[in-house]
């Protein structure tokens, strides 16, 4: 992990009730809940001087709870650049994504 | 007699890009001795103004038409600018930190190169210099806006006037523009040396009598 990367990651660890943040999990493993599921998805580039003057990644952030009324994902809500895209139940699981610049 | 013949390979010639960006102040006697690297250069639009024609009429025909003047303007838009700019853009810094608005614009000088390209060499055929002396940055905008769920940074947009310098055997003009395609690759080695500086010189802003006579030089 990248030190950037690495810093997202303590952040999301950080996040009270979050047992563990995971950064593109295999689809084999056993999460743990409480959790943060992270991936890479897409990114903004700013340009001037005819180069990339600003790249930006956008990671998609997933909570994913059992308690339906859960404060995780009022914490990612609350980080700079981050906006709620959707809502969904699955295996008895809420599942909460994010759309988070970093 | 030869036959025109359209969009021939190598001929269909574009612009585009805008890059390497100085800002040149001038000394007490008009020379541009200094430059910066402006980082972060967006846009240049250059915006000409005048030259309006206008009819007089005579023997109910008409008859011939007047021309204004033409000015040379331009907009710049940029993410950051030099701290050397600022005192163009009418702040004062007495201290090393502090900056005070509403004081006096001082001129300055400006070059930056856009990109020439073809269908073959795509926007390695070549490239031009813009050279703009004389300029004055009017008070513009600057709108700070929240940080919000998209990364974006304010684009600051200076608006520029100019007063015209001489040129030997022309009307005086603010802008000059060299072609890499037309002329030798030395002599614009020779004038790149110039503004952006070398080994044993500062980057300066030539005046057009300069640049005519390295042009013209064997």
């Known amino acids: 992990m990248d030190q950037r990367l690495l810093k997202l990651q303590s952040l999301l660890n950080d996040i009270p009730g979050v047992v563990k943040a995971y950064f593109q999990p295999p689809a084999n493993l056993t999460m743990q809940y409480p959790c943060i599921v992270y991936e890479r998805d897409s990114a903004t580039t700013l340009f001037a001087n005819n180069t990339p003057y600003r790249h930006t990644k956008r990671y998609q952030v997933t909570v994913i709870d059992p308690d339906p009324d859960s404060e995780i994902p009022d914490g990612v809500a609350a980080l700079p650049l981050s906006s709620f895209s959707r809502h969904f139940t699955s295996d008895g699981l809420h599942h909460d994504v994010y759309s988070l610049y970093f | ?218």
Request: charged share 20%; with cysteine; net charge negative.
């Open chain 2, 1 to 218: 007699m030869a036959e025109i013949v359209w969009d021939a390979p190598g001929t269909r010639v574009y612009e585009t890009g805008v890059d390497h960006g100085v800002l040149y102040l001038p000394d007490v006697t008009g020379a541009y001795n200094t430059g910066f690297a402006w980082n972060g250069l967006v846009s240049v639009s250059e915006s000409p103004s005048g030259a309006e024609a206008t009819p007089q009429y005579a023997d109910n025909i008409k008859y011939l038409n007047l021309v204004s003047a033409e000015e040379f303007g331009a907009t710049i838009e940029a993410f950051t600018y030099p701290d050397e700019f600022a005192q163009c853009d009418g702040t004062a810094s007495p201290e090393e930190g502090l900056f005070i608005g509403q004081q006096r614009r001082k001129t300055f000088g400006l070059s930056y190169r856009t990109l020439i390209g073809n269908d073959i060499d795509a926007t390695d055929h070549g490239y031009k210099l813009h050279l703009i002396y004389g300029a004055l940055a009017a008070p513009t905008e600057k709108a700070y806006n929240t940080v919000n769920d998209s990364p974006e940074a304010i684009t600051f947009s200076w608006e520029l006037t100019t007063t015209p310098v001489a040129v030997p055997g022309f009307k005086p003009a603010a802008q000059l523009t060299l072609d890499s395609t037309k002329v030798s690759s030395v002599k614009m080695a020779l004038i790149e040396d110039l503004l952006y500086g070398a080994s044993a010189s500062e980057p300066a802003l030539p005046l057009p009598a300069e640049i005519i006579s390295i042009l013209a030089a064997a």
